[in-house]
């Protein structure tokens, strides 16, 4: 089977953080930048979005045991959202908390729950004038069942890629400024991560881009979003080996995640930030899926609030 790649929406400003929600078999992620939240139906062709208060949005997470309720995180602030998927608004229903009170100049990028329901996320610094992020100002956070929030490490840039690995009981996870991939050993009772190791770098490997959004396929391999790459390329962690590179029609490739029926439709978001000395192509900001891979994914996990 052949790999193809089709366009799914129209151009957002910055799309990112697609989740596949396995009950109402749909996509659902974020324009940051458009402070909206949009969800797809892959067999129907539907998209909608809503505007979420509040500022920038960095990430969205569905909250287990509701088709309606999310998690989000938006601008400093971890908060449960209410949409039905249709409305052009969304209402917020409670804040569970913020991060960063110390910093001015941050927010929250990117964040997943893992395996036991927890959120993992982080921040980055301002990206002021576009393209030029302020190096080290961001954090790296889990927000746990009960609502506590715990800083896990600082000085980083731009918080992204994170992935879980039970078996190997390894947690994947990105500083996109340090053009590498981040392994911890991961504890899945109590959500800690210890002993840092970089396993892949791009410099080395000759990548051209960032690191951004990552995903897991069940053979344990990563799929990398390349941001300034106009690629997704897939790795295996274990080795640091550079498996294959798939093409995108956009720049700034910023996230992906498996999904479908069977989990084997790869979705990719894209943005389309001007940033001086880069010509965008035209599906720049476009979101995509890509079918014909020969692999699956594992689904997504859900935030658990008790």
Known sequence: MSVKVKKISEPLVL???????????????????????????????EWTKAKIDGGRVGFVVPVEGSKTQFIVGVEKTFKIIEWDGKANVTKDVKV??????????????????????RIFAGTMGQDDPPGVIAESQGSFYRLDNDGNIKKLCSGIGISNGLAWDIQEKAMYYTDSLEHKIRKYDYNIDTGDISNLKYIFDFKKAGVEGAPDGTTIDTDGNLWIAVFNGSCVIKIDPRTGTLLQKVPIPALQVTSVIFGGPNYDVLFVTSANINVEGKQQPPAAG?????????????????????
Request: proline share 5%; aromatic share 10%.
């Open 15 to 45: 799309g990112e953080g697609p989740h596949w929600d396995e009950s109402q078999q749909a996509l659902f992620f974020v324009d940051i930048l458009d402070c909206c939240l949009h969800k797809y139906i892959p067999a129907t062709g």
């Open 96 to 117: 569970l908390g913020s991060v960063d009170q110390d910093v001015d100049a941050t927010r929250i990028n990117d964040g997943k729950a893992d395996p036991r329901g």
């Open 286 to 306: 476009c979101t995509f899926m890509v079918t014909g891979l020969g692999v699956k994914g594992l689904p997504g996990y859900n935030f658990r609030l008790k």
